[in-house]
């Protein structure tokens, strides 16, 4: 019998415990169009809500909260989710299109 490959989310969800590979996800998925608190959300999964949490210094429930797309976490909240990647929230000017 044919051995079956490993599913990708499993093994996506074994590269994301690496925060390099975990920023770059990051970034990649905001320049995609995915919203922050739902790339964050499976960033934190995979790396395990209890661990994180320890990492950050946020309780695991406000951890969760802050990633839950129906709570509104403030700029505070989300650059402390945001800091063990090197990453935080940021303005930057729209480039033009040439018309």
Known sequence: MARRSKDWNETLAEDLKDRKFAREFLLASLEEG?????????VIRAMGVKEFSKLVKIASPNVLRGINPRHNPTQETLNKLLRP????????????RAA
Request: overall charge positive.
């Open 85 to 96: 990647f090197d990453l935080m929230l940021t303005v930057a000017p729209i480039k033009k």
């Open 34 to 42: 995915v919203p922050i608190q739902v790339a964050l959300g499976k």
